[in-house]
């Protein structure tokens, strides 16, 4: 399809283990964002990439979340030695030039991981 | 930094009546403001954005909101709610300069009463 396309769309996992979540962004857009989705926290900023450059980290919580982008396409967020507080729903959005152009994230409907 | 705060967590209208969301934000400048929309088992969809200009912007759905730089608000409206805007409303606030990405609000989920 032509929308940003997010795997796996569930994902449960036992605490301590590793999980890869992917994102397939729409063709073109050179922004691309990782957000997090918990119960009544609102969507939380975890990463932005411009290309395959990460200008700003600042929003992942701690050093077991990790990213990368390849190809200025398709990006992975890794959880290493997943925790029950990392259970969230991960929420990816491309965009065309990013805020600062036209605006516009296009989401993906996300990714819900549960840490047994 | 910037902030966003909605401050309703839940509102409840009846069917053809109007809706009011409301939206605070704080920042320095002025911002770019967002209204999306997540509607059950869906992503989140962009009702309209504000980056400057008319302060009454129009969106899709029959959405509008308007900006107050003076109560720094952004709040969403529309004058007749149907069943299908039942969904968790979010307001964002774009810094427009140095870093990029939204900052959003904690949402506001939206009921529709028969």
């Known amino acids: 399809g032509a929308g940003v396309s997010q795997s796996p769309s569930n994902k449960v996992t036992e605490k301590g283990k590793d999980v890869e979540l992917r994102c397939d962004p729409i063709s073109g857009h050179t922004a691309l964002y990782w957000y997090r989705q918990s119960l009544g926290q609102g969507l939380e900023f975890l990463i932005y990439f411009q290309g395959n450059s990460a200008p700003d980290k600042s929003g992942l919580p701690s050093d077991r979340f990790s990213a990368e982008r390849t190809g200025g396409s398709v990006s992975t967020l890794t959880i290493q030695r997943t925790q029950q507080e990392d259970s969230a729903v991960y929420l990816c959005a491309s965009s065309l030039v ?12 996300g990714s819900r991981l549960t840490v047994l | 930094a910037q902030s966003v705060t909605q401050p309703d967590i839940h509102i409840t209208v009846s069917e053809g009546a109007s809706l009011e969301l409301r939206c605070n934000y704080s920042y320095g400048a002025t911002p770019y403001l967002f209204w999306y929309v997540q509607s059950p088992g869906q992503g989140l969809q962009l009702l309209l954005k504000y980056f400057s200009g008319d302060t009454l912007v129009q969106g899709i759905k029959g959405f509008e909101a308007e900006f107050k730089r003076s109560q720094s608000s952004f709040n969403l409206r529309k004058p007749s709610v149907h069943w299908s805007d039942a969904a968790e409303y979010f307001c964002a606030v774009g810094e427009g300069g140095g870093a990029d990405g939204l900052t959003f609000g904690k949402g506001t989920h939206l009921i529709i009463q028969p």
Do not use: A, C, I, P
């Open chain 1, 98 to 109: 990013g805020v600062r152009g036209t605006g516009e994230l296009f989401f993906g409907e």
